[in-house]
């Protein structure tokens, strides 16, 4: 008995120094991360996850060498779960800043937290423009919905000339929803018309009512912001009834699957995205995309760039502000200004950024970038 | 005596409750008080769904549903004029609605009612079948909840769902109202009503044969389950301050069926065991998903890790515990005490 409580001693003391050697970089300094590892929307968690970990290797330490610690909680895109993290990341891990979450309505709920505790949350995809509007610490690296909305109206009123367009929206997805409205208004304020709106459901398989909705009105093109699942099948189906528009859509369509189940008929098919690798204009956008290819053996996605950004961006106010002082950080994140990131050039204005999108184009069985549209 | 007994030990434990949250309240931090408020919130949803699902049986897919509509009446009354202006982009709100403006007891209470008064129009169509025929009448109407606030976007603000909802909710509202109804849901479940309900549970036909009214008494499960759950939205908007349709999706019944049956199916005190597990577990559970260090070496952690361990377990108790924590039984002092004794003996 008594040996056995030697060994007991022996054993804990054994595990304390094993537990205080892991503490001993006290010095880093902690940001959390919350993203949706998994549940539903897992798989844009993960991309972004793998970008904020290229980006932390190609910049680790902040403040002279400091190191940047990453705490990763896992949301499982729910909007409770993504409250508790951040609450515990903020008053358990005690973390200087947060990036995340992906989903707009996710970020919401974890944002009036950070707000109230001056803590700046840097969101690397949320698009709703509610996610900022009337917060101080709530900042994004994503361009918003209206923007998108307003570049995709611009591009086939100026570029596919496009006079009539027929809105094809999946009503059980807030992001086709959203989209759509904004598309709506300001294909109309820029004179254009819009001749039919129709509505699918994610999980449609069969679309011969809203073909022939959208062929009794001729529209010049065909405006179809859902995933790319519902657009490849909407696009063979269409194709077979003789609709020759162009379909445009979203960035929900940038997913290779797209061109998988949709073939010969997503061809021409555009859409605008916050990326393309071949677009990559800057030095550090250049560097993350070798660094990611050599990694992962794939073009980064378009939400590994954002979470990427998202972290240079943290790092890059981090520096600036000379302290691990919420207030200070959240002031230099604000004050981000003219900053080389991955996605673009980032400025943030009220926690927006104003950047350029690009328009992507399926090409001979491949994703094309075909123009970058500025603000 | 005994009864006497009893309940002087109920009341002395909801004081003890009570008691407990003004010491949390002032001590604790806000994560942990985060916590508290889900458990109790979850708590509450539970117990009514355990009504309908477990104590008369009818295999019903409702909750999100009712907790949408709960939680958008309660947080479109509690907003005011000025912050819907401001958060309707998309399109205007309609009129009445946009200047209606309520304090959030109030709102609560509309909220339950209105969810109530759903769920006693619906039980006309979804209780002439039973059975799995029921299950997907009542998942069908979550559905076309989720399509409708999606798409009233003068009503619900559409996609982008609402935002700045004020945060009323603490832990007297949130536990208040999780007591409350568990004390409620088990007068009826111990009344004539409730017995009535497990009747009709065990076998509808013998009960209608009987003379039980099986519509009424099935109607009155809903109805109570429905205001509740109603009521349970509204906390929970109140928590979270920001609601749109994707909190509304089939996952959350989902999680609240697990809950049930993972307490027992009829159980009021083992669905209460079975939210802490679940909620509080859950959290808990996030060690495994860091990386840990233990001496010099370092085990990489593994997003999701937690979400496997916790299968784990339920796969565990489900073999173990074929009828939940609890079956059936319900926890009482009576048992409790004896049980005391029992060990005190040997």
Redesign the interface.
Known sequence: MRFFGRLMFVLTVLLFAGLASSSSFAKAVKVGVVLPMTGPIASFGQSDWKGIKIAASLKPTVLNGRKLKLILLDNKGDKVETANAVSRLIFKNKVSAVIGAVASGNTLSGAPIAEKAHVPMVTPASTNPLVTKGKKFISRVCFIDPFQGKVAAKYVYNNLHARTAAVIVDMAQDYSVGLARFFIKAFKKMGGKIVGNTFIQTGDQDFSAQIAVVKAHHPDVIYMPTYYQELALFARQARQFGLKQTIMAGDGASEEALIKVGGKAVEGLSFTNHFDPKAAVTPLGKKFVKLYRAKYHEDPSAMAALGADAYFVVANAINRAGSTNRIKINKAIRATKGFKGVTGIITLVNGDPVKSAVIQKVKDGKFVYVTTVNP | MNKKRNSLLTIASIVALFLFLWYASAHF???SI??LN?IAIFMMLAVSYNLINGVTGQFSLEPNGFTAIGAYVSSLLTLTAAQKH??F???PMIHPLDTLHLPFLAALIVGGLVTALVGFILAFPVFRVRGDYLAIVTLGFGLVI??FS??A?SVTN????L??IG?YTNLWWSWGWAVFSLIVIMRLVNSGYGRAMKAIRDDEDAAIAMGINSFKIKMIAFVTSAFFEGVAGGL?AH?????????F?F?LTFNLLIIIVVGGLGSMTGTVIATVMVVWG??LL?VV??PM????F?IP?V??M??ILFSVLLIVIMLFAREGIMGQKEFSWNGFLNFLRHRKQK
Not at chain 2, 158 to 161: A, E, K, Q, T
């Open positions: 931090n806000k994560y985060r916590i889900d401001a958060m982009i998309i399109v989720r399509v999606n798409n976007i559409g996609p982008l769902g935002k700045g945060a929970l928590l979270i301050t920001t609601i749109s349709p994707t909190l999706t996952f859950s959290e996030r998903d860091q260090h233990l001496f010099s370092t952690g997003p999701g937690r979400m």
